[in-house]
T-cell receptor, first 110, second 116 residues
Framework: SQKIEQNSEALNIQEGKTATLTCNYTNYSPAYLQWYRQDPGRGPVFLLLIRENEKEKRKERLKVTFDTTLKQSLFHITASQPADSATYLCALDQDDKIIFGKGTRLHILP | DTEVTQTPKHLVMGMTNKKSLKCEQHMGHRAMYWYKQKAKKPPELMFVYSYEKLSINESVPSRFSPECPNSSLLNLHLHALQPEDSALYLC???????????????FGPGTRLTVL
C-alpha cells in the first residue's frame, strides 16, 4: 500500500522567509495530491490540490509542486508570517479514500 | 453554508456508557466521513458513507457504530469504549465519493472524547 513521508516533524522558519515542506510517497503516483492546514484541536482545512499532470499550483502566498519522477511534492509559503504557524498535512488518494501524511509542524519565528 | 458542524465539542464518558457524536452539513455533499485522530498523529479514516450507504469500514471495532439518517447528518454511536479510544473524532464531507481524491474534504471542528 501507499506510504506517505513528510520528512520534517517540525520546522522553524524566520518570519519573512520562505518555508518549504516536503511530502514523499513510496509507490504508484497518485492522480492528485492535496495539502491541508491543521491548527491545534481543530479539523484540517483544505489549502491546495495538484494533479499529476500539473507541475505547479499557486494560491496567494502558497505554491505546490508535484514531481512524479521524484515521487515528491513540495509546499512553499512565501513571505511567511507567525499566523502561518500550524501543522501542514499532505494527502493523496488510495482506493476511493485519501490518506494523510504525519504532517509537519511549522513554527514561524517573529 | 460551507460549514461542517459537530456536537458535542467535548465528551467525557465511562467505559460502560452509551453516547453519540453528531455531524451535520448543508452543502449538498453526498460523501461523509468519520476520522479518529490521536495527538501528533494524522487523521485515521474510520468510516465512509456515500449516498447514505456505508461504503468503507476500516476494520473499526464494533463498539463504534456509524449511522447516516439522511444526506445531511452523520452519527457515531459509542458503547463500551476503552481508554485508548480517547481521541479527537473528526467528521468530514465531500461532494461525492467517486471524486473524493480530487474534491476537497471539509472537516468539522471535531469532538474531543475522553474515556475514563
Amino acid at each position: 500500500s501507499q506510504k506517505i513521508e513528510q520528512n520534517s516533524e517540525a520546522l522553524n522558519i524566520q518570519e519573512g522567509k520562505t518555508a518549504t515542506l516536503t511530502c514523499n510517497y513510496t509507490n504508484y503516483s497518485p492522480a492528485y495530491l492535496q495539502w491541508y492546514r491543521q491548527d491545534p484541536g481543530r479539523g484540517p482545512v483544505f489549502l491546495l490540490l495538484i494533479r499529476e499532470n500539473e507541475k505547479e499550483k499557486r494560491k496567494e502566498r502558497l505554491k505546490v509542486t508535484f514531481d512524479t519522477t521524484l515521487k515528491q511534492s513540495l509546499f512553499h509559503i512565501t513571505a511567511s508570517q507567525p499566523a502561518d504557524s500550524a501543522t501542514y498535512l499532505c494527502a493523496l488518494d488510495q482506493d476511493d479514500k485519501i490518506i494523510f501524511g504525519k504532517g509537519t509542524r511549522l513554527h514561524i519565528l517573529p | 453554508d460551507t460549514e461542517v458542524t459537530q456536537t458535542p465539542k467535548h465528551l467525557v464518558m465511562g467505559m460502560t456508557n452509551k453516547k453519540s457524536l453528531k455531524c451535520e452539513q448543508h452543502m449538498g455533499h453526498r460523501a461523509m466521513y468519520w476520522y479518529k485522530q490521536k495527538a501528533k498523529k494524522p487523521p485515521e479514516l474510520m468510516f465512509v458513507y456515500s449516498y447514505e450507504k456505508l461504503s468503507i469500514n476500516e476494520s473499526v471495532p464494533s463498539r463504534f457504530s456509524p449511522e447516516c439518517p439522511n444526506s445531511s447528518l452523520l452519527n457515531l454511536h459509542l458503547h463500551a469504549l476503552q481508554p485508548e479510544d480517547s481521541a479527537l473524532y473528526l467528521c468530514a464531507s465531500s461532494r461525492n465519493l467517486a471524486e473524493s481524491s480530487y474534491n476537497e474534504q471539509f472537516f468539522g471542528p471535531g469532538t474531543r472524547l475522553t474515556v475514563l
